[in-house]
C-alpha cells in the first residue's frame, strides 16, 4: 500500500513558476513508477507527466514539453513537478498517482493522492 500527499499548489500569474510535491509513505516507493495528471473544472483528468522507478525515462504530455520537469528522489520517497512558465490551461487540480510501470494511461494507476489545486491567472 503507497499513500500519496501532494503539496505545492497555489495561485500563481501566467507566466510564473510553481514547484509541486507529492510525499509518499511507505518502502515501496522505489518499486512504482509515478505520474502527474490534473483536472481542470469540467474537464476529464488528463496526464501531465509519468517517470520510471529509477528515474531513468520520463513521460510528458505534448501540452507541456519543455515547461514543466518531472523528477523524483527515492531516498526522500518524494517526486515533483517543477511547472514553468504556466498558462492559465494548466489550471486545475494536480494528482500523483502510483503505477508499476511509466504509463501515460491513468487506468494503470494502483494509488492516487487527494491532489493541490493550481490556479494561474491572466
Known amino acids: 500500500q503507497v499513500q500519496l500527499v501532494e503539496s505545492g499548489g497555489g495561485l500563481v500569474q501566467a507566466g510564473g513558476s510553481l514547484r509541486l510535491s507529492c510525499a509518499a509513505s511507505g518502502r515501496t516507493f522505489r518499486r512504482y513508477a509515478m505520474g502527474w495528471f490534473r483536472q481542470a473544472p469540467g474537464k476529464e483528468r488528463e496526464f501531465v507527466a509519468a517517470i520510471s522507478r529509477s528515474s531513468g525515462s520520463a513521460l510528458y504530455a505534448d501540452s507541456v514539453k519543455g515547461r514543466f520537469t518531472i523528477s523524483r528522489d527515492n531516498a526522500d520517497n518524494t517526486v515533483y513537478l517543477q511547472m514553468n512558465s504556466l498558462k492559465p490551461e494548466d489550471m486545475g487540480v494536480y494528482y500523483c498517482?502510483?503505477?508499476?510501470?511509466?504509463?501515460?494511461?491513468?487506468?494503470?494507476?494502483?494509488?492516487w493522492g487527494q491532489g493541490t489545486q493550481v490556479t494561474v491567472s491572466s
Open positions: 498517482a502510483a503505477s508499476p510501470a511509466s504509463t501515460s494511461n491513468g487506468q494503470l494507476y494502483d494509488y
